[in-house]
């Protein structure tokens, strides 16, 4: 049963340029949600997808979009990008249960 | 608005010891999950535990046990018999809203366990 699956691991982006971010979930879940964490911080959550439809979302500005297929993967994207959106990326799936499981994350550096 | 609130930036364990890891919230929701998270230096959240908030018992898992005092807010985690694996920061976290639906987790800043021989 493969877990959550996130790519790329790591990226280098220069101010300015947009990036993409991949999220696969957990078999069974189709619910998917996006966080943020700057170093030495914890998780802030960016938005969440369901039904190919935003749910949720937290307190980024509108650089930040997403989107959900309808095999339940998810993309994060990310233009005009800042020197203060280096972060660890992590995605969370989830269905009807509370618990939420986590990728590996993408680790996004801008320069 | 929901707030979690870890006051230990980093705690040390003897191996084979336990350890507890505070955690105390602060939320309007009637109903609301807390959750524990662990995240070694590879950067990837693991699951640990999971406390309804209309729960009757505190929640376990193998070695990991939740303290959950609702009068007082708090839901701590109990690590017993600590093995050097568990060295990590660990993240408490909470979900508002409706049991059993997904919504947004608000973590904590984080604990640094370091587990020594």
């Known amino acids: 049963d493969a877990g959550v699956t996130q790519s790329p691991t790591h990226l280098i982006k220069t101010r300015g340029q947009q990036v993409t971010l991949r999220c696969s979930p957990k078999?069974?879940?189709?619910?998917v949600s996006w966080y943020q964490q700057a170093l030495g911080q914890g998780p802030q959550f960016i938005f969440q997808y369901y039904e190919e439809e935003e749910r949720q979302r937290g307190n980024f500005p509108d650089r930040f979009s997403g989107h959900q297929f309808p095999n339940y993967s998810s993309e994060l994207n990310v233009n005009a990008l800042l020197l203060g959106d280096s972060a660890l990326y992590l995605c969370?799936?989830?269905?009807?249960?509370?618990?939420?499981?986590f990728g590996p994350g993408t680790r996004l550096t801008v320069t | 608005a929901q707030k979690i609130t870890q006051t230990q930036p980093g705690m040390f364990v003897q191996e084979k010891e336990a350890v507890t890891l505070d955690c105390t919230y602060d939320?309007?929701?009637?109903?609301?999950?807390l959750f524990w998270y662990k995240q070694p230096s590879s950067g990837e959240m693991i699951f640990l535990i999971y406390q309804g908030s209309y729960d009757q018992q505190n929640a376990t898992e193998g070695r990991y046990s939740l303290n959950f005092q609702k009068a007082r807010k708090s839901a701590n985690l109990v690590i017993s018999a600590s093995q050097l694996g568990d060295s990590a920061m660990y993240f408490c976290?909470?979900?508002?809203?409706?049991?059993?639906?997904?919504?947004?987790?608000?973590f904590g800043t984080g604990t640094r366990l370091q587990v020594t021989l």
């Open positions: 976290a909470m979900r508002g809203g409706n049991t059993g639906t997904a919504s947004k987790l608000t």
């Open positions: 078999s069974g879940h189709d619910t």
């Open positions: 939320t309007s929701d009637p109903s609301y999950g």
């Open positions: 969370a799936s989830s269905s009807e249960s509370p618990e939420q499981y």
